[in-house]
């Protein structure tokens, strides 16, 4: 019994199997069509992504889509809130939560990321391998055709096929970029001719010629040879994760049906012909296994027809396939979710903290202060972002704790902001030269004319005094 530990990935595969032989060259994959329940719960999974993600920049959230990078200003809507650039120092928590998610995910279990919501996997066999199959027919039909020449109907039906692929691809480009440009310029630029947006134009056909190239050349090449998420598997997995994997205790040694003395595993190699990526699942668990559960369903197949139990190949962990004790909490996974926890709770307080009212007192450039028939005067700047998705109209005046010998001037009391509008708006600060004041900080209140002075929705924007030395 092999002691519990890092999980191991053999290379045992045989030099023909695989998307890729040993001196790096391409197999052409032409995985069988296969039914089973999770190819059935895989559909309906791809088919809500899938919506999902095309109607994101349709729903709308507080007047703004729901889901929007405005990159030309320098803006980006989520779900009803709204960031600019200064928010950019909260992208830390996105990209270290989504990172640190997928880890997470992938020690319980393992690649469901790649098997079951990768934009790669949902693609291509949500939709780019179905209209392969239904235009150019099963896996034996398509190899039984490249191993004879070609005929007119034959060229036709590739035609019809590439041509499917590009109208997919052209209408998969137009969705990415609407999260980039809103919908009405993106229909107005669709009607438009290419020369009044060539920039746009530019940006719509290289990405129509990445997906198309992507989904109908390069494919399972970009989760073998590109993906370093893959490259990462054998880190992040351990003898308890949910894998793929083949029963060996129960199929070997391999056999006909008809010997009694075999394990369960017919040979059939149905298994193999099913996976998007060609490996034998019966050589262990592999770097090139994306978890897409194609050979559960193959195999479940042939053990219905034999009347034998399903599962020989099945979602377990290498514990529970080798007959060990299945654990699902184990230390890994304790730090993990207490570090997930923390990470949570931080990201929320920032977010929470976040304000939608920016407001900055700037020095403005020049003599620091300037004393004059008995006062000392502070120039500043206020300046104010409104970063809610509504107009919003602000009133400004000194703050309550501002000591009674400043005064404040500033010569607009209050204005009117469109969504993520900005103003700089003059402020002088007054202190007689006898005042005894030391270290005066300035403080300008920022409010909504319904609430009162010095409420907790209102803003305050600060800048330091400064006089000259006694
Ligand atoms: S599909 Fe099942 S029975 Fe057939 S070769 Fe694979 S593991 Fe063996
Ligand atoms: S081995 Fe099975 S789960 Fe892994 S990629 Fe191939 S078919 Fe999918």
Redesign the pocket.
Known sequence: MKPPGRVSLPVLRDPLEGALRRDGSRVAMMPADVHGRFDTRRKVVFAMLITLWASLPWLRVGGNPAVFLDIEHRRFYLFGLTFNAQDVWLLFFLVTGVGFGLAYATALLGRAWC?WTCPQTVFLEGVYRRFERLILGSRDTRTRAARSPLTLSRALRYGLLHLVYVVISIGVAHVFLSYFVSLPVMFRMVRASPGAHPEAFAWALALTLVFYGNFAWFREQLCLVVCPYGRLQSSLLDNDSLI?GYDTTRGEPRGKPSDASAGACVDCKR?IV????G?D?RNGLQMD???????IDACDEVMDKLGRPRGLIRYDSLNGLEGRQKRIVRPRIALYTALLVVGAVVATTAFARRSDLEATLLRLPGAPYVVERGTIRNAFELHIVNKRPTRETFVLGPAMDLPSEVELVIPIRELTLEPMGSQRVPVFAIVPESASIRNLTVRVEIRRPSSPLGTAGARVATGAFLRPNP
């Open positions: 098997g793929v298994c099913v996976c998007p990526t490996i699942i296994c994306l978890a897409c559960t194609a050979c």
